[in-house]
């Protein structure tokens, strides 16, 4: 990727900036990685692209080099916004820097105001220590699908390997999973060796993508996640016993759903799990008042 701006060394060299790792940051130097990351969130030619975290710019060069319409990058540290405006005054309108904790933002505001008017979506490599939290966020929005038609993150290994776990992997099998599988249909694309960054982190990384299901099981996303967390909070324990947590009877909510009370939560497929929360949403059901009225 030649993209006429400096090399990315030289741009992290001219403005000081070392990845800090209060923040996360694992800066990528490869154009030849940053290329296929940009390629898998394709095609990109009207899209409007989300980034988290973009540093110094690496990922942020590649979308715009092969061709997303707009990039909308929010970045936490204010040392790396210079060196962002030097990719946007080279990109007249295609990128806009947006100052802030993607914790504390909603992309979909965020294109909804500046996007290009085509498909939406989020790729981005994203800072490890708030990675699961803006995941789990995202997936949890109402309405569901929402406006983003693909994610492609890059994430530890090891939490790529528990986003896309199924039962079959008991270990990795987790609310996580349970969350991803319900709401969209999860891959791991290709690992990135620690080599690739600056600093190499201690770990192998995996770019996922997720793509959502416009029609999942149909349930209260509050419950299924309260559901989860009561099972996946005690996974040793069968659920007669976990379940105890969500202030039911557990054997009423495991008979409604048609699971065995001596399961574990690592046995249960995400069908399991939102027959639960529709189990618990009928139990929490308001009983109807009755209205006769007697005489005095």
Avoid at 18 to 31: E, I, P, S, V
Avoid at 203 to 211: G, H, I, P, R
Avoid at 245 to 264: F, K, M, N, Q, S
């Amino acid at each position: 990727m030649n993209d006429g701006l400096p090399p990315l060394r030289e741009i992290v060299a001219r403005h000081g900036l070392d990845a800090r790792k209060a923040l996360g940051q694992n800066f990528l130097f490869d154009l030849n990685l940053t290329g296929r990351i940009a390629r898998a969130a394709g095609p990109l030619e009207s899209a409007t692209i989300v980034e988290i975290g973009p540093g110094p710019g690496g990922l942020t060069r590649a979308l715009l080099s092969e061709g997303a319409a707009k990039v909308i990058a929010i970045e936490r540290d204010a040392r790396c916004l210079p060196a962002l405006a030097e990719i946007a005054a080279h990109y007249p309108d295609r990128l806009d820097i947006v100052e802030g904790d993607a914790l504390a933002l909603d992309p979909a505001a965020l294109v909804r105001e500046r996007g290009s008017g085509g498909p939406a979506r989020i790729c981005a490599n994203l800072p490890y220590n708030v990675a699961t939290a803006l995941l789990t966020r995202w997936l949890a929005v109402e309405p569901w699908p929402s406006i983003f038609d693909r994610y492609v993150l890059m994430f530890q290994r090891e939490v790529a390997e528990r986003i896309v776990a199924t039962p079959k992997e008991r270990a990795d099998y987790g609310r996580l999973a349970a969350l991803c599988g319900w709401r969209t249909r999860a891959r791991i694309l290709f690992d990135v060796a620690p080599a690739a960054f600056t600093p190499p982190p201690k770990v192998t990384s995996s770019v996922v993508e997720l793509v959502p299901n416009p029609t999942p099981l149909p349930c209260d996303a509050r419950l299924f996640s309260r559901v989860t967390q009561a099972a996946f909070g005690q996974r040793r324990k069968m659920l007669r016993q976990s379940l105890k947590a969500l202030g039911v009877e557990p054997l009423t909510l495991l008979d409604a759903a048609g699971i065995d009370p001596t399961r574990r939560a690592e046995e249960v497929e995400i069908t399991g799990f939102a027959a639960l929360a529709r189990a618990l949403e009928e139990a929490n059901r308001p009983a109807p008042r009755d209205h006769a009225q007697t005489d005095g």
